[in-house]
Each structure stands twice: as structure tokens, then as C-alpha cells.
């Protein structure tokens, strides 16, 4: 489990990334994190997991692979002309386009998808059931360790 000082590691990556991205002027721009820190299943380790979900309350059409694509290779540039993020590398190619990081002041490591939601859904329904049953977070936690 994390600490409270890593948690607030995590938070603050957020909180650089909704900085960085400030100058795009995406519409609607929501930055969601998802995955083991959102879920809390995550270990010291954990990566960030974030969706930029961006321009979906204006029912705009933006969930097609071409825009993700397009869109990352964007938010690549912009994270890398910032000074608070190292080792950017945009992967417009892959199934899930990402934009992989690493928070310079905190180390933190990061993925960040464009529209994407499912994976916030996923990772809300997954707390849900850890909250509902005490065995699905340690079951959650052994899954993850032997995937690894």
C-alpha cells in the first residue's frame, strides 16, 4: 500500500501534467488517473496511470485512434519543452497510443492515454469491489505480483 507522502507524490504529477497541458487549451481537458494508485492496489514502485480524457462534454467525436494518435504525439511535445518531466517518449503507434514520462522532481514514472475511459471505469469498479469485500485487495495484490 502507499504511503501518504507517496500518494501526495502522485497527486503532485497530476497536478504538473494539468500545468504542462494548460497551453494546449484541450477542450474539456480532464486528467484521470486510473490503475493500481487510483484503485489502491499500488505498490511503492507503481508507475501513474492517467487518462486525458479531453473534449468529451462538448460532444465532440474524439475517440477515434487517428485523434489519440495525433493527440499524444501533441502532449509528447509539450511535456518534453517542460522542465518538470524527463525521458519523454510518445508512442503514437501503439493499440493505446501513450505518452510514457517521468516526473523529474519525484521520479515518479508515467503512462498517459488519450480518451480512454474504459480504464477509469474499470479501475472505479475495481475499488468498488475492494470496498464491498476486504478479499479483493489482497487478491488484487497477488494477481499483480504474479503477472509481474
Given at each position: 500500500e502507499l504511503t501518504a507522502k507517496e500518494r501526495?507524490?502522485?497527486?503532485?504529477?497530476?497536478?504538473a501534467l494539468k500545468n504542462a497541458l494548460a497551453s494546449a487549451n484541450f477542450p474539456n481537458l480532464q486528467l484521470e488517473p486510473f490503475g493500481s494508485f487510483a484503485n489502491n492496489f499500488g505498490f511503492k514502485k507503481s508507475d501513474l496511470d492517467v487518462a486525458a480524457l479531453i473534449g468529451r462534454k462538448t460532444g465532440f467525436k474524439k475517440n477515434s485512434v487517428e485523434f489519440a494518435s495525433?493527440?499524444?504525439t501533441q502532449i509528447g511535445r509539450l511535456l518534453?519543452?517542460?522542465?518538470?518531466?524527463?525521458?519523454?517518449?510518445?508512442?503514437?503507434?501503439?493499440?493505446v497510443p501513450i505518452v510514457k514520462f517521468v516526473h523529474h522532481p519525484t521520479g515518479i514514472h508515467?503512462?498517459?492515454?488519450?480518451?480512454?475511459?474504459?480504464?477509469?471505469?474499470?479501475?472505479?469498479l475495481l475499488h468498488m469491489y475492494s470496498l464491498v469485500d476486504p478479499r479483493v485487495r489482497p487478491l488484487?495484490?497477488?494477481?499483480?505480483?504474479?503477472a509481474k
Open positions: 501526495a507524490g502522485r497527486e503532485a504529477v497530476l497536478v495525433s493527440t499524444v518534453h519543452k517542460s522542465s518538470t518531466f524527463n525521458n519523454v517518449l510518445a508512442i503514437a503507434s501503439a493499440r508515467g503512462d498517459l492515454s488519450v480518451n480512454n475511459p474504459i480504464s477509469v471505469y474499470n479501475t472505479k488484487g495484490y497477488a494477481i499483480k505480483t504474479w
